[in-house]
């Protein structure tokens, strides 16, 4: 029906996922069409590879990892990064290793942000002979602070790049190795590669700058460098760039979604909107030079960074075409931008919000709201709708943490006597982004709901011995009148205090402004005692992939890949991983056969089971189905339901013996 798609201006060719979000505009989308709703039941393992990590690495190291990558489908080889940044090729058909790379990370430095690598970024050096070394390029960033070319043929690494291939950047001084690192893939434009950065949260007041830093794709030499933010009257260091970023390769622009300056959660030594943290802005790619930005929040002292990757599309605004930049949020919105102006293409309202922030706190009165595009998720919580599965145990519980706290709404400030942070901190959309489907013109998204409680603590209750309570997370913020802890809200049971779902995909109409559907993703089963599968959706942290074949796969916190009807939002098939699969799916046609593939490692912060493969699926060969075992216990809730299929038949057989017994007993008298 469609010769072409175009994605944020660049053709994608059909058997591709050459980008970490698909495309160059992370529309996250896939031309291909062989599988379909009619036929996802038939997916069939093709093949699972893993990357040793569980047998080679320590331990404490492989607790302190997530498995975030996306592969990409290049030069004939499926190329991902391991969490300490092995870059590893494979067959794409076989799964079988081609070849890989380790930069020797070391597993002592403990990064802040753990070990991760979302994924790696491919260039073709069009100047270059045909057959020449390094023509065809992966770039990595690492967890130790490089950047890192290889040849995306053999993993061996540029020699004219850098040193030896590698740069490895000059920072500032470091409260420990770990407190910087590199997390998601690169983005190129022509020939300059564009890198960002991850800094540990809540520290201190002088924390290190969020500085973007662009390179020459060829020699490695440095192009240009911008810092996102304006230091005018303020001390504060940070709105890094850690999430993915976009590029229009046409308009020659590279799109930064920025973060919180430092410290996230008390900002008195940054008075104003501090521009431009918490921003989408445009660069010009070649130089470095602002074009436009966008400021999300003003202000921030909730942690409501620019997570999730801008996407870039092209609509229908109902007044005629546009080329937009999707963006996505933590709290649920989703603003839609001029591409070349940065100007809202439907309202945006400036809102009074909840005042009166802790001593020296200087807030913004107002905050942006986009009114055309519903929220994608509820914005406010009360101690009424707390959850729990005993009355008046677990969910008194939560009243009760949920009624101490200070809770306005939305943008409640943080506070000495605790405040409701809803969606919480990592909640709405995260780094997984949403999927732009340029036909249907249908954005889809996954999304978290989640309740954290933050407290301010007042410096001197904070000495050097100060320990937070079991499970909270601390931050001494440094420079500052006040230290925090950050908690989620738990009931006593380990569930999550707010009522269900917690983890939801919704498809939105943008041009109707309108959500045409929500679907609960994921079930208690890998977290449960006995693998109870209660259908309470999990955390989604990562997004989705979409198809011409009307098919949206996601991963969730329970072991499964799942396909999702695109039209409904109904729930067609699940795919057993051997540990969850908390990264972006992907998919791609190799040799006439179309694959679905995911990394399934874990999420160590998230509590999963850690594990270390890269597993795919494609549809059933002849003379192939999928197995018995497959179709019933592989599924949500078959261990349960098998489990207790086991215990029901071995009661009845031992009181089939006992009552054989007594009979004998019983004739003998």
């Known amino acids: 029906m469609i010769v072409a798609i175009f994605c944020a201006g660049n053709p994608l060719p059909a058997s591709a996922w050459e980008h970490w979000g698909g495309d160059r505009g992370g529309s996250r989308f896939s031309p291909l069409a062989q599988i379909t709703p009619d036929n996802v039941g038939s997916l069939v393992r093709a093949w699972e590879f893993r990357t040793g990590d569980l047998d080679r690495r320590p331990v404490e190291a492989m607790k302190r990892t997530k498995f975030q990558a996306t592969p990409l489908l290049v030069e004939d080889s499926l190329i991902f990064c391991s969490p300490f940044n092995e870059v590893i090729a494979l067959d794409p058909g076989s799964g079988v290793l081609k070849w890989r790379y380790d930069p020797d990370i070391s597993t002592a430095q403990r990064p802040a942000n753990r070990y991760t690598c979302r994924g790696v970024a491919y260039w073709l050096d069009e100047r270059a002979a045909e057959n020449a070394a390094c023509r065809a390029r992966i770039f990595m960033g690492t ?54 950065s991850a800094i540990a949260d809540n520290r201190r007041v002088e924390a290190p700058p969020g500085t973007v830093r662009a390179f020459d794709a060829r020699t490695g030499q440095p192009r240009w460098s911008f810092d996102p933010l304006v230091h005018d009257g303020i001390i504060a260091g940070h709105a890094n760039v850690w999430a993915p970023m976009s590029v229009d390769e046409e308009r020659g622009l590279v799109f930064l979604p920025t973060s919180s300056p430092s410290p996230d959660f008390w900002g008195g030594k940054r008075p104003g909107n501090n521009d431009y943290a918490n921003s989408v802005v445009a660069l010009r790619a070649e130089t470095g030079e602002r074009v436009w930005s966008f400021q999300i929040v003003h202000h921030d002292v909730w942690d409501y960074d620019l997570s999730a990757q801008p996407t870039l599309a092209r609509i229908d605004t109902g007044k005629g075409e546009r080329d937009v930049v999707i963006q996505p949020t933590k709290q649920g919105f989703v603003f839609v931008l001029d591409r070349d102006t940065g100007e809202p293409i439907w309202p945006v309202e400036e809102r009074a919000v909840p005042q009166g922030g802790a001593e020296g706190e200087q807030l913004s009165p107002t905050q942006p709201v986009p009114t055309h595009v519903p929220a994608l998720l509820p914005q406010q919580i009360s101690a009424d709708d707390v959850f729990g599965l005993i009355p008046f145990w677990d969910s008194e519980a939560c009243r009760a943490q949920v009624a101490s706290a200070r809770n306005e709404g939305l943008y409640t400030p943080p506070s000495t006597q605790g405040t409701v942070v809803f969606p919480m901190t990592g909640g709405g959309v995260n780094w997984g982004g949403a999927a732009f489907d340029p036909v249907s013109q249908i954005l889809y998204a996954n999304t978290t709901r989640a309740i954290h409680i933050i407290k301010l603590l007042p410096r001197a209750a904070v000495g050097d011995g100060f320990s937070p309570p079991p499970g909270h997370d601390f931050g001494r913020q440094q420079g500052t009148p006040f230290a925090m802890t950050r908690a989620v809200a738990l009931s006593p049971l380990g569930l999550l205090c707010n009522k269900p779902p917690w983890g939801e995909m919704v498809a939105v109409d943008l041009k109707a402004g309108k959500i045409l559907w929500r679907s609960r993703v994921g079930t208690t089963e890998d977290r449960a005692p006995l693998g109870i599968a209660f259908p309470f959706g999990t955390p989604l942290i990562s997004g989705v992939a979409i198809t011409a074949g009307s098919l949206v796969f996601t991963g969730a916190m329970d072991a499964y890949l799942r396909a999702f009807d695109a039209r409904s939002g109904r729930e067609l ?34 509590g999963t089971t850690i594990g270390d493969s890269v597993v795919a699926f494609r549809l059933a060969r002849p003379g192939e189905a999928p197995s018995l075992w497959s179709r019933t216990i592989d599924r949500p809730g078959g261990r349960f339901m098998s489990g207790a299929i086991a215990v029901g038949l071995v009661v009845l057989l031992m009181a089939i013996a006992l009552w054989r017994w007594w009979r004998g007993r019983v004739g003998r008298t």
């Open 573 to 606: 098939w699940q795919g057993r991983l051997p540990v969850p699969g908390v990264a972006n799916p992907m998919t791609y046609m190799w040799k006439g056969e179309q694959y679905v593939a995911i990394g399934a490692g874990g999420h160590s912060e998230s």
């Open 143 to 196: 967890n130790d602070v490089r950047l890192i070319a290889l040849d995306a043929r053999t993993g061996v690494p540029c020699a004219d790049f850098g040193n030896n291939g590698e740069i490895k950047f000059a920072l500032g001084p470091l409260e420990w190795p770990g407190e910087f690192q590199i997390t998601s893939a690169p983005v190129i434009t022509s020939d300059t590669v564009i890198v960002g």
